[in-house]
């Protein structure tokens, strides 16, 4: 079963695959408009399964490095063992963030993978490895993987809001997701009780809807994370715990 945070997150994993405390843990978000390093944790419903996302954010010498990963809790264990963790190296630049390498271990799902990715954008190339083999792929501009496609949508609300269309490097595909706001409203999760902005993405011909809702004392952090496919809700996380780690 592959998750989708994103898409995140997909949760911002292959979830969606995406947080201790309440608000008033949560600090001041940085006057820069840049990211504030935090860990995060999240409550994940996937129809009948239960799990739970973590996620990380990491400031580095190079910019920044994001970590999912989501695992099943409770009696799903019975029927999903194993873990996806996806991590994300990226740097910000004028126009917001560029991945610089990603990689990803999933050992929940029924077809076992790895991925070890680079990207280089001096020639628009991501090469690397895929289930042990090499791969190269040409890049048709700025792309962002499953994880730094999150950051860079946080990263835009900080600042001059979000584009229309990003495009999200998926291995073997290039998926332009379009971007629209859905208003504010006030939403209830295990961490409390936030004001928070819906985003919504979905790539094109694809029948699957995320809304992410996105509270800006967190730093624009999605709160609630939802998977809605041929208008069924699919996928539902929730933040549980938040710490900022500066």
């Known amino acids: 079963m592959k998750v989708d945070f994103t898409t995140g997150i997909r949760i911002c994993v292959r979830f969606s695959c995406y947080l201790l405390a309440t608000l008033c843990l949560a600090g001041p978000v940085q006057a820069s408009g840049a990211l504030t390093p935090h860990v995060a944790e999240y409550n994940v419903r996937i129809s009948v399964v239960s799990g739970r996302l973590r996620t990380e954010l990491k400031a580095t010498e190079t910019g920044y490095s994001a970590e999912h990963s989501v695992r099943a809790t409770g009696m799903s264990r019975l029927i999903a063992r194993g873990e996806i963790t996806e991590v994300s190296d990226f740097d910000s630049g004028p126009d917001g963030l560029y991945p610089l390498a990603y990689r990803a271990k999933d050992t929940l799902s029924r077809d076992k993978s790895r991925a070890d990715i680079q990207f280089d954008w001096g020639t628009n190339q991501a090469m690397g490895t895929v289930n042990g083999q090499e791969f190269e792929a040409t890049l048709p501009g700025m792309?962002?993987?499953?994880?730094?496609?999150?950051?860079?949508?946080?990263?835009?609300l900080l600042n001059d809001g979000p584009s229309e269309r990003y495009r999200m490097f998926d291995i073997d595909k290039?998926?332009?997701l379009d971007i629209r706001s859905v208003g504010t409203k006030q939403v209830k999760v295990p961490a409390g009780s936030f004001?928070?902005?819906?985003?919504?993405?979905?790539?094109?011909?694809?029948?699957?809807i995320t809304t992410l809702w996105c509270v800006k004392e967190l730093g624009y952090l999605?709160?609630?994370?939802?998977?809605?496919?041929?208008?069924?809700?699919?996928?539902?996380?929730?933040l549980r715990s938040y710490a900022p780690t500066d």
């Open 222 to 238: 999605p709160v609630i994370i939802e998977q809605h496919r041929k208008g069924k809700l699919r996928v539902r996380a929730k």
């Open 143 to 156: 792309s962002h993987d499953r994880v730094s496609i999150q950051y860079e949508l946080m990263h835009d």
């Open 195 to 208: 004001e928070a902005i819906g985003i919504q993405h979905q790539a094109e011909n694809s029948s699957r």
């Open 174 to 176: 290039q998926r332009l």
